[in-house]
Every structure is written in C-alpha cells, then in structure tokens.
C-alpha cells in the first residue's frame, strides 16, 4: 500500500463527471483498468476491489461516522493504483442527479458491452475463485461475473434532494444523509452492486463513489471547519496508512473536482448539473461501526 501523503500537492489532478470525458480521457481510463484486471499482487484490480468485502477480512465501513473518510481513502489508493498505469488517468464521477441519468440511468460509457471491437472493461468484472468460493458459503449463489439489475431511471435521487442534504450544519448529520441516498443508488444499481461483499467488484462503484466523495467536498467548501468529533480525527482507517484527519483536505491527495462542479454556490439551480451477508437496504445508517451496512 502506498504511503500515507505528506504535504499538499501544488497542483491535484481533477475528477470530471463521466458525462464529461472527451475520448481521449476516456481510452485513458479504460487502458489504465485493462491494465490492473490482470495484476495478481496488491497492484491489481482484484486486490482494490477484496478489501471492500470479499475475500475477508470486509473492511468497509458503513452506518458510522468512518463511513465517508474511509471511502475517501478507498477511492485514493485505487486512483494511485489506476495511475501507476497511465499517468494522466482520474477517477470520475456519476452524477446521478443529472437530466441524462434521469433518462437513462447508468452512462453509456459503463453500459455498453463493446467497445472498438473488445469488452468493454467499465461494464463489468470476474470474481476470483476466492471470491466465488466464499460468496457460495456466505451468500448462497457463486456468480462467475458481476450484474445489473438497474431500476427506472427516474428513481434516482433528484439535485433538489441532494441541494437539501448539503444544508445539514454538522459532519454526522450530513454523512448519515448523504449516506441515506448513497444506499439508494447501490440498491437502484441492483445484482453486484446490492450486495455489501461483491459490490466493488462492479466498475460502476467507483464511478459511484466518486459521486459521493464530490458531494462530501462541496459541503467541506461551505463549512470550513470539520464540524466533527475531535477525537474522530486520530481515528486509523484500516487498511490504508491514513487517518481520518488525513482524508480532510483532498488537496494533499492530489486530487479536486473540476472548478465549475465543485465550487459552484448552492442554491442555483444549476450548481449541480454540470449470518449471510446482507443486501442493501436505503436507510441503514444508525448501525454501528462494523455492522453490515451498505456500500
């Protein structure tokens, strides 16, 4: 696992919304996943998905104050993994507020089967044997591939409901409510992504995260202060070699979000446009640090 970052980084790289990859953005990200599919060591696609869930140890953390640093951490050693492959790569991220999504639900660019004549690796992924043979004992099922069982695109959640979740005054309130509608889009995703133990496995939940991870920055713009527990803080985010206190500023992880979608004052109406193991369920986050929550 990389090191822990040390400093601010004077110019971060920034994640776009899928919708607004030119192509060469993103051959970048598809070359940079072909790449790490195939990686057996702690490099490789299968590595970054497993610590999510399967194969144990589960270390995601869901229904607790831990839920949002610890998948900000997740999402930055995937990217350095995505980077060590192609330099100029990032992660996006889906906005499933936007008019397109209400209309078609998950981006062409993660749909689609094919592309210039081979898979298309953004649909969809191969579980491990490991995998298959712990889903078997712990789920009931060994699925050879991840699926999809997307529901009606306008189900999404709405920019208004989402504009509402960014008014919360302090840190807890807004993770466990922004963490209410997270739970929504994995189980509107449905098949992989519904599944706690498996979901990382779908490419779509980074896409998905990263959505997630903007939303958290764009609260962070209007309240400067953590507005948290201190002694949250100094709190480890197990596996990575950081803290919570480390995951706070994105600047020292190299990375922002596109000026215009970031910054953007809230209130315009455009600022946002641009036991077996459980199932998700969209309103899980009283549980406690640990417990089988979503993803």
């Known amino acids: 696992m990389a090191n822990a970052p040390q400093s601010p980084v004077i110019t971060p790289h920034h994640r776009k919304s899928v919708g ?26 299968n590595y970054h998905a497993g610590i999510h869930g399967l194969p144990l140890p589960m270390y995601c953390r869901h229904g607790s104050p831990l839920f ?12 350095l993994a995505l980077q060590d492959q192609v330099a100029t790569v990032s992660l996006p991220w889906w906005d499933w507020t936007s008019d397109q999504s209400h209309a078609t639900g998950i981006p062409d660019s993660y749909a689609v089967a094919q ?3 081979g898979a298309n690796p953004l649909a969809g992924a191969s579980f491990p044997p490991l995998v298959r043979e712990q889903a078997a004992r712990s789920l009931g099922e060994s699925p050879a591939a991840t699926s999809r069982q ?52 779908d490419p779509i ?36 070699s950081l803290t919570v206190q480390q995951t706070l500023d994105v600047s020292t992880l190299g990375y922002d979000y596109a000026v215009a979608t970031a910054h953007e ?5 455009s600022w946002l446009s641009g036991a ?6 969209p309103s899980t986050s ?7 929550g979503p993803t």
């Open 20 to 45: 607004d990859l030119d192509d060469q953005q993103l051959g970048w990200l598809r070359q940079a996943w072909n790449a790490v599919l195939p990686i057996s060591d702690e490099r490789g696609y």
């Open 68 to 79: 949002l640093p610890w998948h900000r951490a997740y999402l930055y050693f995937f990217e």
């Open 115 to 117: 592309v210039n004549g």
């Open 150 to 201: 997307p529901g009606s695109p306008g189900d999404l959640p709405t920019a208004a409901e989402i504009q509402d979740v960014l008014t919360a005054p302090n840190f807890q309130d807004f993770s466990n409510r922004l963490e209410d509608f997270h739970n929504r889009v994995h189980v509107w995703v449905g098949g992989t992504m519904a599944e706690i133990p498996l979901a990382a496995y």
């Open 205 to 240: 939940f980074w896409a998905h995260h990263c959505m997630i991870d903007r939303l958290w920055r764009i609260w962070q713009l209007q309240n400067r202060e953590p507005n948290m527990d201190p002694s949250l803080l100094r709190q480890a985010l197990p596996p990575f």
């Open 265 to 269: 004052i809230v209130g315009e109406s």
């Open 276 to 281: 077996s193991s459980p199932s998700l369920s």
């Open 286 to 292: 009283g549980e406690t640090p640990g417990s089988s």
